[in-house]
T-cell receptor, first 109, second 114 residues
């Protein structure tokens, strides 16, 4: 059974204070690892797909990395508008995704 | 493009009532999905449709039925609502890229069953 565990559950940062979110996974035959952003009262918004260990992708202040057991979402010099819940998901066979419970990030000005 | 749209945005039902949640996508995607999101449980797959004319059960299908009306539309029906079905429901769609499926989500339907 595919499993995804995200940590921490919640993270509070000061504006400009860089940090990382973790996504640990157990899956048989990873085809893709996905990061999403979810704002309160809205649907998840797609950020990145990572396919193989060693891969990195960047978007503005966010950088996602992937190893054989986990993925990190690094946030550099965050701003209050980066406050959201960040979700990680994995895809093994077929088109189904397994999601983690998310990390709720709050960035204080 | 509107992406994925869902109706209604909010709904309150009494136990035993029925309703249908509607979902439509304008991205010409083949695959569509229904999830529910509950505090502490994350997103859980209810049903999905890999292509027009097919539907399959996900992780939590009991108490729900689905219809893939055409390539654009995928509806979720609650035949006899129960308080345990109080949740936020998301529809998503995807198209296979060279390697994987990136799913795009609608804004959600917030359902309360009393």
């Amino acid at each position: 059974e595919d499993q995804v565990t995200q940590s921490p559950e919640a993270l509070r940062l000061q504006e400009g204070e860089s940090s990382s979110l973790n996504c640990s996974y157990t899956v048989s035959g990873l085809r893709g690892l996905f990061w999403y952003r979810q704002d309160p009262g809205k649907g998840p918004e797609f950020l990145f797909t990572l396919y193989s260990a060693g891969e990195e992708k960047e978007k503005e202040r966010l950088k996602a990395t992937l190893t054989k057991k986990e993925s990190f979402l690094h946030i550099t010099a965050p701003k209050p508008e980066d406050s959201a819940t960040y979700l990680c998901a994995v895809q093994a066979g077929g088109s189904r995704l397994t999601f983690g419970e998310g990390t709720q990030l709050t960035v204080n000005p | 493009n509107a992406g994925v749209t869902q109706t209604p945005k909010f709904q309150v039902l009494k136990t035993g009532q029925s309703m249908t949640l509607q979902c439509a996508q304008d991205m010409n995607h083949n695959s569509m999905y229904w999830y529910r999101q509950d505090p502490g449980m994350g997103l859980r797959l209810i049903y999905y449709s890999a292509s027009e004319g097919t539907t399959d059960k996900g992780e939590v299908p009991n108490g729900y039925n689905v219809s893939r009306l055409n390539k654009r539309e995928f509806s979720l029906r609650l035949e006899s609502a129960a308080p345990s079905q109080t949740s936020v429901y998301f529809c998503a769609s995807s198209e296979r890229t060279a390697s994987s499926y990136e799913q795009y989500f609608g804004p959600g339907t917030r359902l309360t069953v009393t």
